[in-house]
């Protein structure tokens, strides 16, 4: 059974919006940091945002201020609301959990994934 799974990704015009879901299947995930990654063809993963369990929240600089992070730790989902977007956003966007609370910028920290889903910006 996968752990997390994504939702929400689509082919959009530049300076539109999107809305990513992510929902945990394993209820110990509500006391974990998660976090989205993205990763476009031929690069390696990138961090866009994290969240810890109290919805401490950080982004990197090439989404802050478009992006939004949330989560609801009752249902195990977070979401990423993504506005303005330009074609260099496109990426496949992963869901991850790390298995404990503190945040961390590095993919190797995060231990449960999902399989992604792919966002497309055209100009």
């Known amino acids: 059974q996968a752990q997390l799974v994504e939702s929400g990704g689509d082919s959009v015009e530049a300076g539109g919006s999107l809305r990513l879901s992510c929902v945990g299947a394993q209820y110990a995930i509500r006391n974990y940091c998660m976090a989205w990654f993205r990763q476009a063809p031929g690069q390696g993963r990138e961090l866009v945002s994290t969240?810890?369990?109290?919805?401490?929240?950080y982004y990197a600089d090439s989404v802050k201020g478009r992006f939004t992070v949330s989560r609801d730790n009752g249902k195990v989902k977070m979401w990423l609301e993504m506005n303005n977007l330009t074609p260099e956003d496109t990426a496949r966007y992963f869901c991850a959990a790390k298995g404990e609370y503190e945040c961390d910028v590095r993919a190797t920290s995060f231990r449960f994934w999902g399989k992604g889903t792919q966002v497309t910006v055209s100009s």
């Open positions: 969240i810890t369990s109290d919805s401490i929240t």
